[in-house]
T-cell receptor, first 114, second 116 residues
Framework: NAGVTQTPKFRILKIGQSMTLQCTQD?????MYWYRQDPGMGLKLIYY???????DKGEVPNGYNVSRSTTEDFPLRLELAAPSQTSVYFC?????????????FGQGTRLTVV | AQSVTQPDIHITVSEGASLELRCNYS??????LFWYVQSPGQGLQLLLK??????LVQGIKGFEAEFKRSQSSFNLRKPSVHWSDAAEYFC??????????????FGQGTRLTINP
């Protein structure tokens, strides 16, 4: 089972460039999430989705956009990259909306903006 | 507002020694608590979770955690660590969002180093 797959694993962007971080899951989970991980700060929720066509903002959404056209895919878009977006990004998915649900994480995308 | 605090940023223990990683949470409702482990270059893997019932929960890789409501704590323990346990450990609390999705609020993480 592939689980949650993120691409690319590493990327260097110049300030002002744009890119899309890809995330796909093969577990038929309705709920998907994007987190960013900064050193010493734990993980912060950027956006989440409760199903195809439905997304909502998390704690730190500024500078990002998402879409959810299929159950499997949940791409994260950076339109104008800024140094503050240098981070490790994790995509996750879960089966149920309940709080007692395990979230499955991808391996992460390490992004550097210079 | 909900929050999770892991007081120890970095802990070093010798192989074979016992381990306890601390976690304190702040959440107004019944907490749903998790411990995740992140090995170098890897994503997060669930170690164990607490939803209700027995306050001592067992997880994978020989880890256990004890929920203490009076202390708002959910500390992770292992009787004897192995070199392969070197990783970063995250405590998290599951909270409800307005769309009834699960949101995980994470602590800052504790980096565990194992001395041979």
């Amino acid at each position: 089972n592939a689980g949650v797959t993120q691409t690319p694993k590493f990327r260097i962007l110049k300030i002002g460039q744009s890119m899309t971080l890809q995330c796909t899951q093969d577990m038929n989970h309705n709920y998907m999430y994007w987190y960013r991980q900064d050193p010493g700060m734990g993980l912060k929720l950027i956006y989440y989705s409760v199903g195809a066509g439905i997304t909502d903002k998390g704690e730190v959404p500024n500078g990002y956009n998402v879409s959810r056209s299929t159950t499997e895919d949940f791409p994260l878009r950076l339109e104008l990259a800024a140094p503050s977006q240098t981070s490790v990004y994790f995509c996750a998915s879960s089966y149920s909306p309940g709080m007692n649900t395990e979230a499955f994480f991808g391996q992460g995308t390490r992004l550097t903006v210079v | 507002a909900q929050s999770v605090t892991q007081p120890d940023i970095h802990i070093t223990v010798s192989e074979g020694a016992s381990l306890e990683l601390r976690c304190n949470y702040s959440y107004g409702a019944t907490p749903y608590l998790f411990w995740y482990v992140q090995s170098p270059g890897q994503g997060l893997q669930l170690l164990l979770k607490y939803f209700s019932g027995d306050t001592l929960v067992q997880g994978i890789k020989g880890f256990e955690a004890e929920f203490k409501r009076s202390q708002s704590s959910f500390n992770l323990r292992k009787p004897s660590v192995h070199w392969s346990d070197a990783a970063e450990y995250f405590c998290a609390v599951g909270v409800r969002t307005r769309r009834i999705a699960q949101k995980l609020v994470f602590g800052q993480g504790t980096r565990l180093t194992i001395n041979p």
